[in-house]
């Protein structure tokens, strides 16, 4: 497959990018507390650079202190002291021919006082449903304060370096919420009809163009539709569009949503790759400026279409280039196989964002991403014998990145086929794409010499017998079965034997255990027409699942009637239902054909024990240390693999 659009070059204003793949603006997590920019943001940009993307987008950065709405410290350049950290990220970046841009961000109400020290400030008082927190109304004053702000932190940025800047008017920030007629009530004359709403971003562009003159790229981000009942839809998009050229910007760069549908900001899998598009296709129609489309664009060949087909000018790969930095190089060189896929899980992306005790994103795919500094492959001095025994997402990596060190790998699997849980993961409604992970994982255990043995359950004396330096214990879990009476009936089946088609399901279905396997083997049942109940010891069902994929979750649960019940300890098991505890009262589900055990699992490690002290290293890592998810197996894995 030849990629002829997507590898040749375009202009944005006077900037000629090299190839349409862009890595568009995303939280990293790398920032100092005083906003500077850390050795990280040098190393993780450096990256995309040398993988061969065309332009990269540096995440939101405040031009106000006021402005900060990142979960973690916000980069800022709200002052001249940030230029010279700056400079250092665009000079690396440099050296690889690669073009860089800021995006300058305030996020308005989108924020919380504990952020920025102070009250969020908003075009009018009506707090974001999300945040939920009154905003002090901007004066008249104050929002041309703020037009000059945006307009010194542009030419900050081409102080510091920058080919060109992005002005975030995308994802209900604070010019959003200036455009939309939904959060903006003022009557001053940034308030009323359209064009007076869009007077604050129309003289942002211009202030900028003022103080960097009008060779210097601006690219204009929006959401193309809003996706809230009262906010901006694609229709009144176009004419923000048709108005931000006329206003000056060089290109349009289209996202979705606001802070109450984040789940298509940051859109799951369940979301299909390129939902997005049509948006970005819409507003090329309506100018004749650049058009960026973004949105789970996640393979090569959907990207190279929405080119082909003119619905937009370049492609940005947003979690696709947190999962392969070097996509476009891998593209070039047509090792399109090769390519680290983003598999939509949310989890190291969205779900760390949103984790207060995590300090940065990462990729459960891609371990390395956004630790570039600090876990990289090297390769070894001395060659070792290593034994993987496990042929989960744990075992699978360990093996890969070992073998690409220059150790000798050989992997066992005891089932026929690779892949463990986590290939029965992906079996589940909107889960496929973890295949192309296990695929992605073999392919490049392959290429580095990864010798892999299917069928073979590892015992001490196979070990003993092959005489390793290392072994790497990733034999996973199994599911929990706890004590509780009647649960040992024959009848009962095991959410993991249900989808991997090993036993045959009744009409109703009772799911004990409503966590993520519980529940995704009640929308594989679901999806089946089958009549499902969830009990549920904990208040809610999903717990354990990331919210925008939840969102998306619950919403198909919904429509097929699957029912639950919480906050109910299971007390006893019946032939056809349970006798469980709630609120202190004893009660009954009965009437079944079906009883679906999904009530967690367990560390299965038969190995360590027999084998330490006859084996000079040994690791133990993923769930065979302590059921979990393929996340922690596939990080723990990797840092065993770079060390060993
Ligand atoms: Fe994609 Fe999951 Fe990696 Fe996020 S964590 S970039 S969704 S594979």
Same mark, same amino acid.
């Given at each position: 497959m030849k990629f002829h659009v997507l590898l040749s070059p375009i202009k944005i204003g006077t900037m000629e990018v090299k190839n349409r793949f862009v890595v568009p603006p995303m939280a990293t997590g790398l920032a100092l507390p005083n906003g500077n920019p850390t050795e990280g943001h040098i190393t993780y940009w450096a990256a995309r650079a040398k993988g061969g993307y065309g332009l990269l987008i540096v995440e939101a950065?405040?031009?106000?202190?006021?402005?900060k709405g990142s979960p973690w410290d916000e980069p800022g350049i709200w002052d001249d002291k940030f230029i010279p950290a700056w400079k250092k990220v665009t000079d690396e970046v440099h050296k690889y021919e690669t073009k860089i841009a800021i995006q300058l961000h305030h996020a308005g109400r989108q924020t919380t006082h504990d952020k920025i020290e102070g009250q969020p400030v908003a075009p009018s008082p009506i707090p974001c449903p999300v945040e939920r927190e009154m905003p002090r109304e901007l004066t008249t004053e104050e929002v041309y304060d703020l037009i000059e702000k945006f307009g010194d932190a542009a030419r900050r940025a081409r102080e510091a370096g920058f080919d060109a800047v992005e002005v975030?008017? @995308?994802?209900?920030y604070l010019i959003a919420q200036f455009m939309s007629p939904y959060s903006n009530k003022r009557i001053d004359e940034f308030g009323g009809d359209f064009m007076s709403r869009m007077r604050f971003p129309v003289q942002i562009i211009k202030n900028i163009r003022r103080k960097v003159g009008n060779g210097y790229p601006v690219i204009f981000r929006i959401s193309g539709d809003e996706v809230v009942p009262g906010g901006r839809d694609i229709n009144d998009s176009r004419l923000v569009a048709r108005v931000m050229e006329e206003a000056g910007v060089d290109a349009i760069h289209v996202s979705c949503g606001v802070y109450a549908t984040t789940q298509y900001i940051?859109?799951? @899998?369940a979301v299909p790759p390129g939902f997005n598009v049509y948006a970005a296709g819409e507003i090329k129609r309506a100018v004749n400026i650049p058009v960026i489309a973004v949105g789970r664009i996640n393979e090569p060949l959907l990207a190279e279409d929405i080119l082909e087909s003119g619905k937009a000018d370049l492609v940005a790969l947003g979690r696709e280039s947190l999962a392969d930095p070097e996509l476009p190089n891998k593209v070039a060189a047509g090792l399109t196989e090769e390519i680290s896929p983003c598999i939509g899980c949310m989890q190291a992306c969205a779900g760390y964002l949103f984790d207060p005790t995590k300090p940065n994103i990462s990729c459960l795919v891609n371990p390395f991403t956004v630790r570039e500094g600090e876990l990289t492959i090297e390769k070894t001095e001395k060659p070792k014998k290593v034994m993987v025994v496990g042929g989960g997402p744990g075992g699978l990596e360990a093996a890969w990145v070992s073998a690409k060190r220059g150790h000798e790998v050989t992997l066992y699997e005891k089932e026929n086929v690779l892949g463990g849980q986590y290939r029965i993961g992906a079996?589940?409604?909107?889960?496929?794409?973890i295949l192309k992970a296990i695929r992605y994982y073999i392919t490049m255990g392959k290429k580095y010499g990864v010798e892999y043995k299917t069928g073979v359950e590892v015992t001490e004396d196979l070990i003993a017998k092959e005489n390793p330096d290392v072994v790497i214990l990733a034999t996973g879990g199994v599911p929990l079965v706890p004590n509780?009476?009647?649960?040992?009936?024959?009848k009962f089946v095991k959410a993991v034997d249900i989808l991997e088609g090993k036993k045959e399901v009744g009409m109703n279905v009772l799911i004990v255990g409503g966590g993520m396997v519980g529940v995704e083997t009640a929308d594989f049942l679901g999806e089946h027409h089958h009549n499902v109940t969830i009990v549920e010891m904990l208040p809610e069902i999903a717990k354990d699942e990331q919210d925008a994929v939840k969102y998306f979750l619950l919403e198909r649960l919904n429509k097929y009637g699957v029912k639950a019940v919480t906050g109910a300890t299971v007390k006893e098991f019946l032939d056809d239902g349970v006798v469980f505890e709630k609120d202190g009262k004893e009660e009954r589900l009965t009437g079944f054909d079906t009883i679906v055990l999904a009530m967690g699992a367990k560390a299965y490690n038969p190995l360590e024990e027999k084998i330490k002290g006859k084996v000079p290293e040994v690791y133990v890592v993923g769930d065979a240390v302590k059921a979990r998810k393929a996340l922690e197996a596939i990080e723990e894995a990797a840092r065993v693999a770079i060390k060993i």
């Amino acid at each position: 497959m030849k990629f002829h659009v997507l590898l040749s070059p375009i202009k944005i204003g006077t900037m000629e990018v090299k190839n349409r793949f862009v890595v568009p603006p995303m939280a990293t997590g790398l920032a100092l507390p005083n906003g500077n920019p850390t050795e990280g943001h040098i190393t993780y940009w450096a990256a995309r650079a040398k993988g061969g993307y065309g332009l990269l987008i540096v995440e939101a950065t405040a031009i106000d202190p006021l402005g900060k709405g990142s979960p973690w410290d916000e980069p800022g350049i709200w002052d001249d002291k940030f230029i010279p950290a700056w400079k250092k990220v665009t000079d690396e970046v440099h050296k690889y021919e690669t073009k860089i841009a800021i995006q300058l961000h305030h996020a308005g109400r989108q924020t919380t006082h504990d952020k920025i020290e102070g009250q969020p400030v908003a075009p009018s008082p009506i707090p974001c449903p999300v945040e939920r927190e009154m905003p002090r109304e901007l004066t008249t004053e104050e929002v041309y304060d703020l037009i000059e702000k945006f307009g010194d932190a542009a030419r900050r940025a081409r102080e510091a370096g920058f080919d060109a800047v992005e002005v975030h008017g @995308a994802h209900g920030y604070l010019i959003a919420q200036f455009m939309s007629p939904y959060s903006n009530k003022r009557i001053d004359e940034f308030g009323g009809d359209f064009m007076s709403r869009m007077r604050f971003p129309v003289q942002i562009i211009k202030n900028i163009r003022r103080k960097v003159g009008n060779g210097y790229p601006v690219i204009f981000r929006i959401s193309g539709d809003e996706v809230v009942p009262g906010g901006r839809d694609i229709n009144d998009s176009r004419l923000v569009a048709r108005v931000m050229e006329e206003a000056g910007v060089d290109a349009i760069h289209v996202s979705c949503g606001v802070y109450a549908t984040t789940q298509y900001i940051i859109a799951p @899998a369940a979301v299909p790759p390129g939902f997005n598009v049509y948006a970005a296709g819409e507003i090329k129609r309506a100018v004749n400026i650049p058009v960026i489309a973004v949105g789970r664009i996640n393979e090569p060949l959907l990207a190279e279409d929405i080119l082909e087909s003119g619905k937009a000018d370049l492609v940005a790969l947003g979690r696709e280039s947190l999962a392969d930095p070097e996509l476009p190089n891998k593209v070039a060189a047509g090792l399109t196989e090769e390519i680290s896929p983003c598999i939509g899980c949310m989890q190291a992306c969205a779900g760390y964002l949103f984790d207060p005790t995590k300090p940065n994103i990462s990729c459960l795919v891609n371990p390395f991403t956004v630790r570039e500094g600090e876990l990289t492959i090297e390769k070894t001095e001395k060659p070792k014998k290593v034994m993987v025994v496990g042929g989960g997402p744990g075992g699978l990596e360990a093996a890969w990145v070992s073998a690409k060190r220059g150790h000798e790998v050989t992997l066992y699997e005891k089932e026929n086929v690779l892949g463990g849980q986590y290939r029965i993961g992906a079996i589940p409604p909107t889960k496929q794409d973890i295949l192309k992970a296990i695929r992605y994982y073999i392919t490049m255990g392959k290429k580095y010499g990864v010798e892999y043995k299917t069928g073979v359950e590892v015992t001490e004396d196979l070990i003993a017998k092959e005489n390793p330096d290392v072994v790497i214990l990733a034999t996973g879990g199994v599911p929990l079965v706890p004590n509780i009476k009647g649960i040992n009936n024959p009848k009962f089946v095991k959410a993991v034997d249900i989808l991997e088609g090993k036993k045959e399901v009744g009409m109703n279905v009772l799911i004990v255990g409503g966590g993520m396997v519980g529940v995704e083997t009640a929308d594989f049942l679901g999806e089946h027409h089958h009549n499902v109940t969830i009990v549920e010891m904990l208040p809610e069902i999903a717990k354990d699942e990331q919210d925008a994929v939840k969102y998306f979750l619950l919403e198909r649960l919904n429509k097929y009637g699957v029912k639950a019940v919480t906050g109910a300890t299971v007390k006893e098991f019946l032939d056809d239902g349970v006798v469980f505890e709630k609120d202190g009262k004893e009660e009954r589900l009965t009437g079944f054909d079906t009883i679906v055990l999904a009530m967690g699992a367990k560390a299965y490690n038969p190995l360590e024990e027999k084998i330490k002290g006859k084996v000079p290293e040994v690791y133990v890592v993923g769930d065979a240390v302590k059921a979990r998810k393929a996340l922690e197996a596939i990080e723990e894995a990797a840092r065993v693999a770079i060390k060993i």
